[in-house]
């Protein structure tokens, strides 16, 4: 199993204990009555609020270090090995090639490739994440 698929195991089997919270779609109007159409949201099976997750988990450890932006935090956080060769792994999987192995702009950098890759999997990342 990839690093990627364990962190997103880790991260979409909890998605029962943070659902997200329903975004309706922008009213718009029927072209043949005029009238407002009702808002929907259409989740998907894997859609996921990644942020209330992983808030959830680091409230019920205590605080969770810095997870919104340090791989070795997030990893630690979802009890996954944060060691340098799984990091070294999981760079060669999503393919970062920022900054030496285990230097902090390879660590942001990994953060970055894994938030973006939730995000194209069904999770809602939020932007302080993202960033």
Do not use: C, W
Request: charged share 20%; glycine share 8%.
């Amino acid at each position: 199993m990839s690093i990627f698929s364990k962190i997103k195991d880790a991260i979409f089997g909890r998605k029962a204990e943070a659902r997200p919270a329903p975004q309706p779609v922008p009213q718009s109007t029927d072209a043949t009555t005029s009238a407002p159409t009702a808002p929907t949201f259409n989740p998907t099976p894997e859609t996921v609020d990644v942020g209330a997750v992983l808030a959830n988990l680091a409230q019920a450890k205590g605080g969770g270090g810095n997870y919104k932006t340090s791989i070795v935090d997030l990893l630690k956080l979802l009890d996954l090995d944060s060691s340098l060769a799984e990091r070294k792994e999981l760079a060669a999987e999503l393919n970062v090639n920022a900054g030496d192995p285990g230097s902090a702009e390879q660590n942001i950098a990994l953060h970055r490739a894994v938030m973006q890759k939730l995000a194209e999997n069904g999770g809602i990342v939020p932007a302080d994440m993202r960033d």
